[in-house]
Nanobody, 114 residues
Framework: QVQPVESGGGSVQAGGSLRLSCAAS????????MAWYRQVPGKERELVAS???????NYADSVKGRFIISRDNAKNTVDLQMNSLKPEDTAVYYC????????WGQGTQVTVSS
C-alpha cells in the first residue's frame, strides 16, 4: 500500500523557519505529482505547494516567496522549506501523492506563535 509519512513539524516563533519532509513508500513515484496541503479546524484543506515529476512547481499566493517545495525522486521524498513563518501558517500539514489514486499522509502539526 502507498503510504506517505510526514516529519519535521513543531512549534516556532513568528519569523522563524521550519523544514517539513515527506517520505513515500510502497512504489516508485518519480513520475508522480507530489504536494503539500494544510488544514485548520473549521476550514477546508488547502493546497500549499505542488511539484511535478519534471520539477515544475506551484504555490498558493499566501506562501509565495516564503516557502520552497523540492523533491528527490531517487529517495521518493518531497520537502517543504518554510521561511518567515506567520501565525496564520499554523495548521496541520499533509503530504499528498497522486499514484494510482490519491494518497495522504497522517499530517504533522505546525504551530507559529506571535
Amino acid at each position: 500500500q502507498v503510504q506517505p509519512v510526514e516529519s519535521g513539524g513543531g512549534s516556532v516563533q513568528a519569523g522563524g523557519s521550519l523544514r517539513l519532509s515527506c517520505a513515500a513508500s510502497g512504489g516508485v513515484f518519480s513520475g508522480s505529482t507530489m504536494a503539500w496541503y494544510r488544514q485548520v479546524p473549521g476550514k477546508e484543506r488547502e493546497l500549499v505547494a505542488s511539484i511535478r515529476s519534471g520539477g515544475n512547481t506551484n504555490y498558493a499566493d499566501s506562501v509565495k516567496g516564503r516557502f520552497i517545495i523540492s523533491r528527490d525522486n531517487a529517495k521518493n521524498t518531497v520537502d517543504l522549506q518554510m521561511n518567515s513563518l506567520k501565525p496564520e501558517d499554523t495548521a496541520v500539514y499533509y503530504c499528498n501523492l497522486r499514484y494510482r489514486g490519491t494518497h495522504w499522509g497522517q499530517g504533522t502539526q505546525v504551530t507559529v506563535s506571535s
